[in-house]
């Protein structure tokens, strides 16, 4: 009866059959992938993989497909074991490979993806040097050369720093402490790392909202979440326009939303702007500087607080991103003080 109990937690289907293809045992998972009903081996490729193993007297090992119907249609992809004993009884064992399958498409994309991006500006690096050195004895030449050389370098900094973050929150590092969050003084910190650039372009930056909210989570990352949908508002968004940056309390939950004035996205993009490296408009991006990562990171970094981040668009009229973070229980006390940020009473959510 022990073993019945360590096979049933198995998350292996495993699956005894006698000569006649009959099943005599099967555990949980095997029910519940769906390749056993009643007595009988629900698989076609199983039961042929079952029968050829019974005929050679050799074990054999195969992968394969199973179509499991329904809507949206759900594929399995599966590894299967077969193992002959006595008496023409066969021992199947059967594991679902559909998420590791997944993970390693994820994994060659995601290789694939940054091997082109890092080589773009690698690339761009190696024309402009041979350029620089044909042109030393124009100054002029020389100069414009250089600086398209640090426009690069910067480019690829950049790049290599997101994938960096980007790898810190996917796991590879231990998560920072946790602890209560001013969302004041997150929102501080990401209008001051912003404004530089939106005075360049006459953007004006104004705030507005509850003051005093606190969430839990690390402030570092929930500064960089914001300061990536500002930096994305900025870039997108026409000189002598406005951002505003809204906080709202809703219940258990503290909203955090950047709205600007902007090309914005059209449906089908909005469905796909979160995936690494997807860039609405390519050329655009090149232009500002973009690596297709900052929404990707921005959506980790939620999800790593339990949060939401949402997205309203229309072209032409704008974006408004939406972070929506679990409260802190702890009383908030007195509101923050503006730190000498003037605030303008703005409401984007």
């Not at 969050?181 to 939106?198: I, K, P, T, W």
Request: aromatic share 2%.
């Amino acid at each position: 009866m022990a073993a019945d109990r360590m096979l049933a937690l198995l998350p292996t289907a495993a699956i005894l059959l006698d000569g006649e293809d009959n099943v005599r045992m099967a555990n949980v998972a095997a029910i519940s992938m769906g390749i056993v009903r009643g007595q009988q081996l629900d698989v076609t490729a199983l039961t042929q993989l079952v029968r050829s193993v019974r005929r050679t007297g050799d074990a054999q090992t195969v992968e394969f497909v199973i179509d499991q119907g329904g809507f949206p249609r759900r594929a399995l992809s599966v590894g299967a074991r077969a193992q002959p004993l006595d008496d023409g009884e066969v021992a199947l064992v059967v594991d679902d490979l559909t998420e590791s399958k997944r993970v390693d498409a994820v994994r060659r994309d995601f290789v694939a993806n940054v091997g082109h991006e890092i080589k773009t500006p690698v690339g761009a690096l190696t024309l402009l040097a041979e350029a620089a050195l044909e042109a030393r004895d124009d100054p002029d030449a020389v100069h414009h050369f250089l600086s398209r050389m640090q426009r690069e370098a910067n480019r690829l900094s950049r790049l290599v720093q997101e994938l960096l973050d980007l790898s810190r929150l996917q796991g590879g590092e231990t998560p920072p402490a946790s602890g209560d969050v001013s969302v004041d003084a997150v929102v501080d910190e990401a209008v001051d790392r912003g404004r530089l650039v939106a005075e360049v372009k006459q953007i004006e930056i104004v705030r507005g909202g509850d003051s005093g909210c606190l969430v839990v989570g690390s402030e570092n990352q929930l500064v960089t979440a914001v300061s990536n949908l500002l930096d994305n508002a900025v870039a997108y968004s026409p000189e002598r326009t406005e951002v505003a940056v809204g906080v709202h309390r809703r219940g258990d939950m503290v909203e955090i939303a950047v709205k600007d004035q902007g090309i914005g996205i059209d449906a089908v993009d909005q469905e796909r702007i979160f995936e690494r490296f997807y860039r609405v408009d390519p050329a655009r991006s090149r232009d500002t500087g973009g690596t297709g990562l900052g929404l990707a990171i921005v959506k980790h970094i939620v999800s790593n607080h339990r949060g939401q981040i949402t997205v309203w668009s229309q072209p032409g009229a704008g974006s408004t991103f939406t972070l929506r973070l679990p409260a802190s229980t702890t009383a908030p006390g007195a509101p923050s003080p503006t730190d000498g940020h003037p605030r303008t009473e703005a409401s984007p959510a």
